[in-house]
């Protein structure tokens, strides 16, 4: 039996990670003297109507070697004989280090694979592997499976503000930005060749984030087969349920997926955000 490891930046609706049997490590959010487990101990909603009242700004710390080692045993007691790591990108934390450090520490054989992105970049993937294991796919027929859909993925982030994703050290090549802001709300996209933060564009208004948001992801996303795209958001259910019909009726998705960005991927983004993150299928 191959195991399923990811970290909590996945973004996986809580559903999805039961029935496809995925283990997730979470990373920790240290608030001031306090220290959280990400998706555990401190729930997103709570998270981000904490994150506008507290002066002081939270910080993250990726999942710890110990804890990835603690996983992979839970899952060797469940029967696994071999195992798969899918991580946040390395170029925006040492989660992906830490796991590979863990791995060679395991007691069965486990290939650990950099998503190159955040959120549901690393969910999509997560879930193609879960799929292509349930359908009798071996180790390599897994990994190559993934690698596809990563070479598909698309996403697209509209923010309120840039201040939380320069604060929070993952601005990436969206620093040129830094300085030249004067309230616009900026668009970046994620680079899966990279993992890095790159900049998309600038907006003046909400509807013309959104408007932004849509055109350059659907732009990148190629268009031919079965759609898969998720809605991400910065605890603004309103929004990305308006957006996830508008896509429904447009596009047809032959799956959708609407869900709020967790607190470690939320402290970089901020209250407010959308996301768009997805890929099509032969």
Not at 69 to 86: C, D, F, M, T, Y
Not at 120 to 141: F, K, P
Not at 192 to 197: A, F, I, L, S
């Amino acid at each position: 039996m191959i195991a399923i490891l990811t970290d909590s930046t996945c973004d996986i609706p809580d559903d999805l990670i039961e029935e496809f049997d995925i283990q997730v490590i979470p990373q920790y959010v240290i608030w001031g003297e306090e220290q959280f487990q990400d998706r555990i101990d401190l729930q997103p909603v709570d998270f981000y109507q904490r994150l506008v009242k507290d002066a002081t700004r939270p910080t993250t710390s990726q999942a710890t070697v110990g804890d990835f080692l603690n996983a992979i045993q839970h899952a060797v007691e469940k029967g696994a004989s071999q195992s798969i790591i899918l991580t946040v990108s390395s170029a925006m934390s040492g989660t992906f280090q830490m796991a590979t450090t863990a791995a060679q520490k395991a007691p069965i054989p486990v290939t650990v694979i950099d998503s190159k992105g955040p959120s549901m970049s690393l969910g999509w993937q997560v879930l193609a592997a879960a799929r292509a294991r349930n359908n009798g796919a071996d180790l390599a027929d897994i990994v190559n499976t993934v690698k596809a859909v990563r070479e598909q993925l698309v996403q697209v982030v509209a923010m309120e503000t840039l201040e939380y994703l320069q604060k929070g050290g993952r601005i990436g090549d969206a620093a040129k930005w830094v300085g030249t802001l004067l309230k616009v709300r900026p668009v970046v996209s994620i680079n899966h060749q990279t993992g890095r933060v790159e900049p998309a564009g600038l907006a003046r208004t909400q509807k013309g984030a959104i408007n932004m948001l849509c055109e350059k992801f659907f732009d990148r996303l190629k268009q031919q087969g079965q759609l898969r795209i998720a809605v991400l958001h910065g605890n603004a259910f309103d929004e990305a349920q308006d957006l996830a019909e508008k896509i429904r009726k447009e596009f047809d998705p032959v799956e959708l997926l609407i869900n709020i960005t967790g607190p470690v991927l939320g402290i970089n983004t901020g209250p407010g955000a959308l996301a768009l993150c997805g890929y099509s299928t032969g």
